[in-house]
């Protein structure tokens, strides 16, 4: 059974660090194109960060310079290491990943989301 697991998510005080992980397990080759995304309550999933299989990001701007996504591809997983965080950050962290089962191609995985709390 495929899977994207996150972890990493916790309860840091403001100006602190987090470093999320993005792993894929299960009939998995490999991971493409992988999204962190967040969602806060009362808002819109959105995108915080991406990185496509070449390695090359892109960055919401409330986040750039402060968040830096990158992969590892020998351990199918993604990070997402959160600097200076703001209480504005706080929400459920998820990970989207595209897929390589070997044979297939399996799009859009949602991983079950990791909570991100940052006190003022």
């Known amino acids: 059974q495929v899977q994207l697991v996150e972890s990493g998510g916790g309860l840091v005080q403001a100006g602190g660090s987090l470093r999320l992980s993005c792993a894929a397990s299960g009939s998995i080759f490999s991971i493409n194109a992988v999204g962190w995304y967040r969602q806060a309550p009362g808002k819109q999933r959105e995108l915080v960060a991406g990185i496509a299989s070449s390695g090359r990001t892109k960055y919401a701007d409330s986040v750039k310079g402060r968040f830096t996504i990158s992969r590892d591809n020998a351990k199918k997983t993604v990070y997402l290491q959160m600097n200076s965080l703001k209480p504005e950050d706080t929400a459920v962290y998820y990970c989207?990943?595209?897929?390589?089962?070997?044979?297939?191609?399996?799009?859009?995985?949602w991983g079950q989301g990791t909570q991100v709390t940052v006190s003022s």
């Open positions: 989207n990943a595209d897929l390589y089962s070997g044979s297939d191609y399996l799009y859009g995985y």
